[in-house]
């Protein structure tokens, strides 16, 4: 499947401040427990008292805004036992949720966390790329809300092409699992996956 | 009404199973279950379908509260429900002429205009003042008590009984607008019957606004002291933020960050974060942190000045031509014996202390051996640009404070020039409108924003020289009756909370309090008349004086929906308490809100023929303007030539010394500890770093700008509760020595209050502070402890030296794990 789609990521400029997660619950009239767009916070560093009582530090942190990545192994599709997870020519991922019997292995086996169960609902829902903004020529809500400009989306190869293949840094998985077409311009205090010079801070939060 | 079926319903409680996320992270626990209130939106369909388009109509909005942006919020309105929520899509996005695209509270405003804590028709207190107990009342009713106490209270008393009580929730419109309160309805109302007791100063920027004018100019905050443009930091070397955290206080597209985090990129500037946290400003722009303790910007300015002093990397020239009170050979005329600026900071002046390095790292935590390399760093790279924030000033040095950090702009020369600046906080370009006309106040008695609990308490003993009262030497009445329109300063805002109820509580002092509002906020809770204010979503106005660093810009706000309940208009309610007392055409003139908005439009046309007409402008929706010229540079005038282009100083130059400050330190009536000087020197202060109160409550509290809201504005949002809750920020050296971990529910108090709260465990902020940012909804139990992490339960209520202001900054607790 060519022409695949997929969202670009500038950490460098990433403010955590998550207009990008509110517009798509507004969007898509999501309840409090449920975000289909996440920001994780990633900190670390030490600090050290001087024996005069100053101190000093090595303090770091930086923002990933992550989604759906629409992977292209998509273990969620897998998974599935109704094929309610599926996935469009275009490389989008949707649940069919008059086929869904909520019984979440889907979540279980994303490493993203991406599906998510509604229990108003009762059925998984996740990001659908806003694809009836696509079609409209709009771009998705996430990507139209960010002030700092740090998310895009775009046919993959287009996107590796200009901005690189990374798709992991901590606390990201390994992008190996799932092949998510993902790419991500690092914040100049990104550590790698499996890193543990810092943590996630934030997890209540995604 | 379609939006008045939701809200009879709209609060529904679900019991969420989290996702767990131990698979982005090995330290992260299992899925616990947490329960959330919901609140259920109108226009909900399945969750993840597609909403119908055809029979949308779309309409310009804004997002009208005090964060210091402007921004567009297009509203999706199906049946007369907004039903989604857009901001500026206009354009290419090319920067300069980019979209203003909203924060992440904008984007949340659907749980602002449908929220359950809505008023919805006029209610009078049956309870004891605070009870919350209210019944409802006619708007007959309310307007005829309002209308006969305001008679009564002005025939007893006078109209310096009358007060306006600071109050953003509802800023930067034309007519609906709450601040500033000399700006609104309220004050045109009350204009027309006799006029009220003013205020100077805002709970925001007291300090500085009093403080730096002394400096560069002019006095009590009739004129801002200006910093170069952010645009300007295209032509910087070197940026300097003391304080300064656009990332979290101007967030939006149409604010500072944005702008920022451009023309940085295009300078390619190293920009140092002088801050006692590791903001959100500093992780996406910073490329060095340098930690402080909250209160000592001045004694680490002082150690700077050493450095370059000493080292000889000190502008002398510019010193010589432009400033007063450096050397003993540039003193004001009258005060040569005074110490000089170059004589306090080396230590031969009156108090024998060379602030050095060492003397300096003390004080601020910051190691001198650091303190030295960033002297020389300030001092050698040219053009600097240096900016505070607000947060340095929130202090009980504030005002000294404000005027210390300017001081390297003044000791390196950048005063003036492009990618130099001032020290004070970044400017924008921008084109302004004419403001909605509320007459004069016959009233020329001021107070302190800060200071009228003492004035309810006890109005008449307060003087000019011991309480900063301007226009009379002392006050004749005291507060007897309370607009608090869209403000939340009664209770919540202001410091002290446990201070404040005894004196609203006592309701022989303060007879009537009448609250003009949206929401039923904890300030709310304390008055004795509610109005249900209609929301800017369902009424007409202007969106006024939008800046994005070079670009100029102004919405026009359509009513989106039906004004829901029985709310009405604040223009509608004072036109009504108008008839009553006997002013309707005075008041009016005749004229609806649309009337003037026409008028507005036109009066501002008349000096700037290229502003659109009333039908073009709501035809477009957004006016932007970009900077035709050059990004602004502050004092550039006075710099080509001091002598064509002075100061409105007493010399006409800078002010290191201020002999005007001296004069007024010498003979005000202050506190103990309490300093006011001609030279901007570092004071230690009540509850500061040095205070030994720190055996029993050894942590300092700053309490910062959040996400989750504007002051105060947004915190009944679950959305905004959900993106960024509330906590207070502990350093992991701190919370180990009290056995906290991250996310443990601690205690946080102090000899005023006590607040439960969770606990962030991070490394960003410095060991020994804690950080609890302000605007949280006060939520006391039946044991008077607040629930919902409310700042000011802990905060002192003591006013600052010059400004009166309020010192939100200086506190002094501890915290234990509940």
Known sequence: ?206 | MVAKEFLNDVITSTIMTRRSFVKWSAIVGGGAAVASNLAELPGQLGVGSVMAQEDENVVWSSCVVNCGSRCPLRLHVKDGVVVRVETDNLGDDEFGNHQIRACVRGRSVRQRMYNPDRLKYPMKRVGPRGSGEFEQITWEEAFDLIADKLKELIDTYGNESIYLNYGTGTLGAVVAKSWPPSATPIARLMNCIGGYLNHYGDYSAAQIESGLPYTFGNTWADTWVTNNSIEDIVNSKLLVYFGNNPGETRMSGGGMIYSLQHYKKVSGAKMIVIDPRYTDTAVTAADEWVPIRPGTDAALINALAYVMITEDLHDQEFLDNYCVGFDKAHMPEGYEDEDSYKDYILGTGADGIAKTPEWASAITGIPAQKIVQLAREIALTKPCFITQGWGPQRQANGEQTSRAIPMLSILTGNIGIHGGGTGARESSFGISMVGFPTLSNPVGTYISVFNWPDAIDHGPEMTATKDGVIGKDKLDVPIKFIWSYAGNALINQHADVNHTREILGDESKCEMIVTVDVHMTPSAKWSDILLPDTMNFEKMDIAVNGDASSMGYHIFCEPAAEPMFETMHVYDMCAELAKRLDVEEEFTEGRTVEDWLRYCIDETRKSNPDWPDFESFREMGIYKVSNPGDPYVAYQGFREDPEANPLATPSGKLEIFSSRLHEIGQTWELEEGDVISGLPIYVETWEGVSDPLRETYPLQMISAHYKQRTHSTYGNVPWMKEVAPQEVWINPIDAEKRGIKNGDRVYVYNGRGRTHIAARVTPRIIPGVVHLSEGAWYEPDEDGVDQAGCVNVLTRYRPSPLAKGDPMHTALVEVEKA
């Open chain 1, 1 to 206: 499947m060519a022409n695949k789609l997929g969202f670009y990521f500038n950490a460098t400029v990433c403010t955590g401040c998550k207009a990008c997660q509110v517009a798509c619950k507004d969007k898509s009239d999501l309840p409090v427990g449920v975000n289909w767009r996440r920001v994780a916070e990633y900190t670390g560093g030490e600090w050290v008292t001087n024996p005069d009582g100053t101190c000093e530090q090595n303090v770091f942190a930086y923002y990933t805004s992550i989604a759906c990545n629409h992977c292209t192994n998509p273990i969620c599709v897998e998974v599935c036992p109704t094929q309610a997870m599926h996935q469009r020519e275009d490389g989008i991922v949707m649940v069919e949720e008059s086929k869904c019997i909520g019984c979440r292995y889907c979540e279980w086996a994303c490493p993203y966390g991406a599906p998510q169960f509604n229990e108003e609902v009762g059925v998984m829902t996740k990001c659908n790329f806003c694809h009836d903004y696509l079609d409209e020529g709009k771009s998705p809500a996430c990507v139209a809300a960010c002030p700092s400009r740090a998310l895009f989306f775009g046919e993959i190869d287009e996107l590796r092409a200009e901005h690189g293949e990374i798709a992991e840094i901590a606390p990201l998985p390994p992008a190996d699992i799932t092949e998510p077409n993902l790419v991500i311009q690092p914040h100049h205090n990104a550590k790698s996956i499996g890193s543990t010079s810092g943590k996630l801070i934030n997890p209540e939060e995604v």
